[in-house]
């Protein structure tokens, strides 16, 4: 008997120092507490943290109407490439277009071609006149023209937020 009261007071929890025993139960809810935890921290750090609910989510663009210049800086039966604004100057005698670099088949830069006087997609293989009218290639239509305009200060202003037919140009 003398055994079994041994056994019985080495067994106690106290003696152990630990505040609990290690048990299934106890470490599947300890598991479970700190997922919980962990997903509500996530949480407030995406509503309380930086851009997070409270920052504005809002896109910071050029704006579509620009100045790209004097009619004078634009030779004759130019074409003129402005890769930032994406848009070509076309300057043919006295009139003046303004027509997309964006290719119609599937929006890659198009390029003009001197030698040729057209204008080429180098990915693949669409063709467009001087104009913007599509000829050759997958391209289903002509390239956009946009709206072109002499300011008050006498310099052309482009709006690419306004698309007009082919015909439209600016003469000056």
Not at 9 to 18: A, L, Q
Not at 109 to 116: G, I, L, W
Request: glycine fraction near 8%; charged fraction near 20%.
């Amino acid at each position: 008997m003398e055994t079994k009261d041994k056994n019985k007071c080495s067994t106690s929890e106290k003696e152990g120092g630990i505040w609990f025993t290690v048990s299934r139960r106890n470490f599947l809810t300890l598991a479970g507490w700190a997922m919980f935890l962990a997903t509500l921290g996530a949480y407030v750090s995406q509503i309380l943290g930086y851009k997070g609910f409270f920052y504005p989510k809002v896109l910071f663009e050029p704006s579509p109407r620009f100045a790209v210049g004097n009619p004078n800086a634009f030779p004759e039966n130019s074409v003129t490439t402005l890769k930032a604004r994406k848009i070509f100057v076309v300057h043919d005698g006295n009139s003046f277009k303004a027509i997309s670099v964006v290719c119609q088949h599937l929006g890659c830069a198009v390029e003009f071609s001197k030698e040729k006087n057209i204008f080429e997609c180098p990915c693949h293989g669409s063709k467009y006149y001087r104009n913007g009218v599509n000829f050759a290639g997958p391209a289903p239509r002509p390239l956009n023209h946009f709206e072109i305009v002499l300011d008050d200060a006498g310099k052309l202003v482009v709006d690419t937020s306004k698309i007009v037919p082919l015909e439209t140009e600016l003469i000056v």
